[in-house]
């Protein structure tokens, strides 16, 4: 199994904007829910959003309206769009593929002026 590669992170000021985007392999992209989880610092890891097989997507509730979750199934590619960007949003993020179990290896966002 490939590990899906995270691209996009990096530093933001508060109130920015970040992309983040996954790129997985193999055969069943489309047929397979994708999430995206975080990891702050000295926190367990939590789920942020999610893009359903059924082409529907879900988010947790602290997250509505800033975050949105899309995917493209030609180019098997997650993405995470980021917006209005506070400090308590620095964590490592992760997407990871229902269907597989697959992990990427995280990449750090940080927001800080």
């Known amino acids: 199994q490939v590990q899906p590669v995270e691209s996009g992170g990096g530093l933001a000021q508060p109130g920015g904007s970040l992309t983040l985007s996954c790129v997985f392999s193999?055969?069943?992209?489309?047929?397979?829910?994708l999430a995206w989880y975080r990891q702050a610092p000295g926190k367990q890891r939590e789920w942020v959003a999610e893009?359903?097989?059924?082409?529907?997507?879900n988010y947790v509730d602290s997250l509505k309206g800033r975050f949105a979750v899309s995917r493209d199934n030609a180019a098997k590619t997650l993405y995470l769009q980021m917006n209005n960007l506070k400090p308590e949003d620095t964590a490592v993020y992760y997407c990871?593929?229902?269907?597989?179990?697959?992990w990427g290896q995280g990449i750090q966002v940080t927001v800080s002026s």
């Open positions: 990871n593929n229902r269907a597989t179990g697959s």
């Open positions: 193999g055969s069943i992209f489309s047929f397979t829910t």
């Open positions: 893009s359903t097989r059924g082409g529907g997507t």
